[in-house]
């Protein structure tokens, strides 16, 4: 099983999703940089955090026309496995890929901290190892993480279960208090429709070894490790 | 434009004299900037080079000390660190988001250059009181153009401190920390190469900002200060990002014979430290310097501190090579001149010579002042201060009013901006514990990184606070469980030329020498930034200590919060009860005054070394160190953090609660372990010398100090942890 990360210029969590595939979900991984053109022979993509291009304009806004991203456009309408964190997310978005768009933190500041997130479904691609109405602990480390899309988006979204993480507690209660960025619905992370495309702004890299406070991020990769392995390409 | 005369680019008329002298002629304008930059004291340390040698600077651990870009030490395995401090006070006094955020550019830069993967970020950084608006101003400017600039960047920004002090009011200090990673085979030199070699500029185009940067940092802040703006540089992360990935690259492929980043004075200094390390002469032609301003005259293209950009000597045959690494990156890299063997520097405007200089009086032949101090009259005064004659402040009420103090309480406000995980190394994140630690991946061992400096102390004794400053990063690494190897420093000072302020220095840097050479912790890197005054005075001497150590096994790393209901609370180190300095007088009684405690390096020595050893055995389960608050505060944090409270009796023996409680006598620290284990901690302590004694035990929702049953302190740990995680917070609203 291979996955890809896709490198645009300033991607900067792209060896940190390297490292948690190679040495901790022992899968092939490689970087794919952004001016080629084809990403045959993978399994699954992975779009970093960073800033890419500065983020100059806006979020991922040149990000979406680097070369790369046909390829990328074309594997997904194909339903191969693509996930985007944080500035991937952004990218998925201004891409098209998922529905939305990102704005300001409602601080109008960078957060990072580590925040838990309530598992909205998991017979996904992406949370097939996780539960139900279980609480992860997560970090996050953005600028630009609160969602926002129209309320039909947003009805949809919740009608065909496209949100798969919602900020909340400890003990899993969503209200405003613990919404760190001003999300619409405390949505920390959705999926299109058919559910092979995830963006989610909180980091799964930063949080699957237990030296570094927790390992919940593990499961999200091993669900698609999992998904990959029973339900094939 | 108009013309600067030499006194207002900051040359002293003798000096002037000087260059008339080495040149045997009038120097024109362009030759006269570039002696003024290489001669300030940014560039030049002429105020402070002859006291600087006192620093201890070699080791075994010590691969380059003082002298190229940044220090190295090694960390076994075949690597090293990179590290380095430095300053930019003055740009962020006048434009606090852009003097950051450059800063941290800047000394990021320093690090690549050498090499080496940059894997942390820490900032030391002080502010007037922060009631005041133009404070709260400054500080939320600097918090987030260092955040914006880091964040962007992709290095985890991961320590540091804050302090807020009526000293700094128009002369915050902002003090930026790298810390690279590199294989020891890989470390790259600022050597430039044999005669024909071609020089190329790489990065950003060169503007008008920044011009006399290096002069302007070098004079006391004004009433003019703010007409200097334009000295002050604009930073451009993104670039600097691809900068790292390009010249890493080069690196890999041993494709540079020289590398050096575009400073302060640009291109002139880089250029100028380049050519002199082998006594060579560089020819540059400024018409082929990429420019993003038009009309730029050679004098603005030499000085100009644009900001993202770097100087590449290739080794022979590999431009095109380079090029096409650059390419790759999307960077455009220009050959802007030669290395010659003439030893002169000459700038060239097309055919044109348009000045020429020996390389050798820029650099080694920049003037040094060796100069008097005088002991300044406040120094008896105040440590000659009966602390007796104070009133005692009820306990409980003067520990909330601690924990509420900007200085103690939870710098979470400042930390949450900064992205401290990105890398996947941190494992103590800020807040967590006396020093950050970071895992280097595929090894046992970890990386721990502190700054420290207690202002108010070295102004009340520099001496005695010099070698605080020291011990005290020393000792915060101790209590992760690493072993200091060795510091970078930022000598944060007045005016030189003031004999009360040369005074400070020459006592700060001779304390600071003599603790590092105990500790066995050489200075390998570091910054001077003089004249940090305003019509107000001087700020506090502020040599700020950047430490960094290893931890045997990352696995065995320390934090701070108290752990499990019942563990034994044990005071290491003795009962002390000096209040000179503290903040307790600051905050309780508005005083600055008292005699520092006193400090015993060998004390301070046996009791890192048993720190070390006791967390290398896994006998300790939280551990943090008696500063700011003194053994109150130590305590009150290791609750909070642990979410649990705690219940001591101690002893006073009579004396005064008040200098028991809040002293913040050095050379100690507080620990909690296994009551299974305390057999084991003080043998080990008997064998370093240092006394233990057993103050309590972990537990309950409130943090209870008693003496000898009577009960002073009584504080919720909720209400506690509320006032102290949102003090900061609150005034920031």
New interface residues.
């Given amino acids: 099983m291979k996955f890809g990360v896709v490198v645009f210029p300033g991607s900067n969590c792209d060896a940190d999703c390297y490292h948690v595939v190679k040495e901790v979900m022992n899968q092939q991984v490689e970087y794919i940089w952004h001016k080629e053109n084809t990403v045959d022979g993978f399994d699954a993509l992975i779009l970093p955090g960073g800033f890419s291009y500065g983020d100059y304009l806006r979020t991922g806004s040149i990000a979406r026309f680097s070369p790369i991203m046909p390829s990328v456009i074309d594997f997904a309408d194909r339903g191969g496995l693509v996930i985007g964190i944080c500035n991937g997310f952004q990218i998925l978005l201004e891409a098209g890929l998922l529905p939305g768009a990102m704005l300001r933190n409602s601080s109008l500041k960078f957060i990072c901290k580590s925040v838990y997130l309530k598992i909205n479904r998991a017979d996904t691609p992406f949370t097939n190892r996780l539960k139900v109405d279980h609480v992860i602990r997560i970090p996050i480390a953005h600028g630009e993480g609160n969602y926002f899309c129209d309320e039909n988006t947003l009805q949809s979204l919740k009608d065909n279960g496209q949100i798969l993480f919602s900020y909340c507690g400890a003990d899993g209660e969503e209200s405003p208090e613990f919404n760190p960025n001003g999300s619409l619905a405390n949505i920390a992370g959705i999926s299109n429709l058919k559910g092979n495309i995830l963006g989610m702004m909180p980091h799964p890299e930063r949080c699957s070894e237990e030296i570094l406070g927790g390992r919940d991020g593990f499961y999200i990769f091993d669900s698609m490790i999992n998904w990959l392995k029973e339900v094939g390409k | 434009m108009k013309e600067m005369s030499y006194k207002e680019m900051g040359l002293l008329e003798q000096e002037y004299e000087q260059i008339i002298e080495i040149l045997g002629r009038q120097p024109n304008y362009l030759e006269l900037g570039i002696f003024a930059v290489m001669w300030s004291e940014h560039c030049g340390y002429k105020n402070s080079r002859p006291l600087l040698r006192n620093f201890p600077t070699e080791g075994p651990q010590v691969i380059q000390g003082p002298g190229e870009n940044a220090g190295v030490v090694d960390i076994g395995d075949g690597q090293a660190l990179v590290f380095k401090i430095e300053s930019h006070n003055h740009p962020s006094a006048i434009e606090p988001y852009q003097g950051a955020a450059t800063g941290v550019g800047g000394i990021v830069r320093d690090i690549f250059t050498m090499g080496a993967r940059p894997i942390a970020s820490l900032n030391s950084l002080r502010f007037g009181n922060l009631d005041d608006e133009r404070v709260k101003q400054l500080f939320s400017g600097v918090v ?1 153009g260092i ?2 600039y880091g ?4 290095i985890p920004t991961v320590g540091g401190e804050v302090y807020f002090n009526p000293a700094y009011q128009g002369n915050p200090l902002v003090n930026a920390m790298c810390v690279g990673l590199v294989n020891k085979e890989e470390i790259a030199y600022a050597t430039a190469s044999e005669t024909g070699s071609p020089l190329m500029l790489v990065g950003a185009r060169t503007g008008r900002d920044g011009i006399h940067g290096a002069t302007f940092a070098s004079e006391e802040l004004s009433e003019t200060s703010q007409e200097k703006r334009p000295s002050v540089q604009v930073g ?4 600097e ?2 900068l790292i990935e390009a010249c890493l690259e080069l690196i890999k492929e041993d494709l540079v014979a020289g590398m050096q980043d575009l400073g302060a004075a640009g291109l002139t200094s880089s250029i100028a430290e380049a050519a002199s390390k082998k006594g060579r002469g560089v020819i540059v032609d400024v018409s082929w310097v990429p420019r993003r301003e038009t009309g730029m005259i050679p004098y603005e293209i030499m000085l100009s501190e644009s900001q993202e950009r770097m100087l590449i000597v290739p080794r022979e045959g590999q431009e095109g090579r380079i090029s096409e690494i650059f390419d ?3 960077l455009d890299a220009t050959v802007i001149g030669e290395v010659t063997d003439d030893g002169m520097f000459k700038v060239f405007e097309g055919d044109v010579l348009v000045g020429a200089v020996p390389i050798e009086a820029l650099t080694e032949g920049c003037p040094v002042y060796v100069r008097e101090g005088i002991e300044p009259p406040y120094y008896r005064e105040y440590r000659d201060f009966n602390i007796d004659d104070l009133p005692e402040c009820d306990a409980g009420e003067a520990l909330s009013k601690l924990l509420a103090s900007p200085n103690i309480a939870s710098k979470k406000w400042v ?10 190394n ?2 103590i ?1 800020p807040g967590d514990a006396d020093a950050a630690v970071l ?1 280097v ?1 595929g090894h046992q061992k970890g990386v721990a990184l502190a700054t420290d400096c207690n202002g108010r102390m070295v102004y009340l004794d520099p001496y005695q606070g010099g070698m605080m400053a020291v011990c005290e990063g020393a000792r915060n690494l101790a209590c992760v469980g690493a072993r200091p190897l060795a510091l970078t420093n930022c000598l944060n000072f007045g005016s030189p030329e003031n004999p009360h302020i040369y005074w400070q220095m020459q006592e700060a840097i001779k304390g600071m020498s003599k603790a590092a050479k105990v500790l066995g912790t050489p200075v390998v890197s570091g910054n001077v930034s003089l004249y940090n005054e305003t019509a107000d005075g001087a700020i506090f001497p502020t040599p700020v200590v950047g430490m960094v150590g290893i931890l045997k096994d ?2 065995q790393r320390c934090q701070m919060a108290f752990q499990d209901e019942g563990d034994l609370i044990v005071l290491l180190g003795r009962p002390r009860e000096e209040l000179g300095g503290s903040e307790y007088l600051f905050v309780c009684h508005g005083i600055e005054k008292g005699a520092v405690p006193e400090l015993d390096l060998a004390e301070e020595h046996n009791l890192i070394e048993l720190l070390v050893s006791i967390i290398e055995a896994g006998l300790v389960k939280s551990c943090h160190d008696i500063s700011d608050g003194g053994l109150a505060a130590t305590l009150a944090e290791s609750s909070i953090k642990g979410s649990t409270g705690f219940n001591v009796d101690l002893d006073f023996k009579g004396i005064r609660r008040d200098k028991i409680l809040f002293s913040e006598a050095p050379s100690r620290a507080v620990i909690s372990l296994d009551e299974k284990d305390l057999a084991a901690v003080k043998n080990a302590s008997v064998q370093q010398g240092i006394e233990i004694s057993l103050l309590g035990r972990v537990g309950g929702t409130s943090m209870i100090i008693n003496d000898q049953g009577i009960e002073l302190v009584n504080l919720a740990v909720q209400d506690a942890a509320k006032t102290w995680g949102e003090a900061i917070e609150c005034h920031m609203k």
Avoid: E
């Fill in positions: 987030a955040g914006d964040n962007c960047l992709g451009d992360p993104f670039m990002k691809l790759k990156w999307g930390y949450t901006q900064y992205d401290h995980q990105v890398m996947t941190s494992s994140v895992r991946k990352i696995d």
